[in-house]
């Protein structure tokens, strides 16, 4: 099973600033990786896969990047509504799929 | 628009089997894989499984022996059953839909809780 590992596991920024999310597989999944956001009681949603490509709807402000083993997500300019827990998932090796353990983005 | 909604006891006793049903709206059960994934409350996200109307399923493997995975394509539902529970397996349940591995639609999620 591929472990996926993110750092860090609370990131404090002030609205407006850049926060940038990382994650790492065990091994590679090349480019098979997806990035969601999800709010308290909300279900997760979909903001990149392919490790670049943004999902349907999600503003330009969130980037991801990287391959094989190393990934980020960057929010280029945080707005209220950014504030919540981030996770990766890799489906390059199944199964399972796995998910990172989140990044909470909080207020600074 | 593809709504998908979970529905199913929200109590199951120890030893027991959890079901739970999600009902697709907007798309059909055989144009995608469509997935179980669970999270316990303020923890992260598990990958229960997947399958196709096909028939073709995929189970994590930790969970493999417990999971079972249907479809009813006439009502354009399917169904997660997990035998033998115990307080771990309590969780909010999503159905969610594969595309292509990530997940581009999810239910609004259903708390089950395992306790006597």
């Known amino acids: 099973e591929i472990v996926m590992t993110q750092s860090p596991a609370t990131l404090s920024v002030s609205p407006g600033e850049r926060a940038t999310l990382s994650c790492r597989a065990s091994q590679s999944v090349s480019s098979n990786l997806a990035w969601y956001q999800q709010k308290p009681g909300q279900a997760p949603r979909l903001l990149i896969y392919g490790a670049s490509t943004r999902a349907t709807g999600i503003p330009a402000r969130f980037s991801g990047s990287g391959s094989g083993a190393e990934f980020t997500l960057i929010i280029s300019s945080l707005q209220s509504e950014d504030f919540a827990v981030y996770y990766c998932q890799q489906y390059n090796n199944w199964p399972p799929w796995t998910f990172g353990q989140g990044t909470k983005v909080e207020i600074k | 628009q593809v709504q998908l909604q979970e529905s199913g006891p929200g109590l199951v006793k120890p030893s027991e089997t959890l079901s739970l049903t999600c009902t697709v709206s907007?798309?059909?059960?055989?144009?995608?894989?469509w997935s179980w994934i669970r999270q316990p409350a303020g923890k992260g996200l598990e990958w229960i499984g997947r399958?196709?109307?096909?028939?073709?399923?995929n189970y994590n493997p930790s969970l493999k022996s417990r999971v079972t995975m249907s479809v009813d394509t006439s009502k354009n539902q399917f169904s997660l059953k997990l035998t033998s529970v115990t307080a771990a397996d309590t969780a909010i349940y999503y159905c969610?839909?594969?595309?292509?591995?990530?997940?581009?639609?999810w239910g609004q999620g259903t708390l089950v809780t395992v306790s006597s």
């Open positions: 907007g798309d059909s059960l055989s144009s995608y894989y």
């Open positions: 399958f196709y109307a096909s028939g073709s399923t």
């Open positions: 969610a839909r594969d595309f292509g591995g990530s997940y581009d639609y």
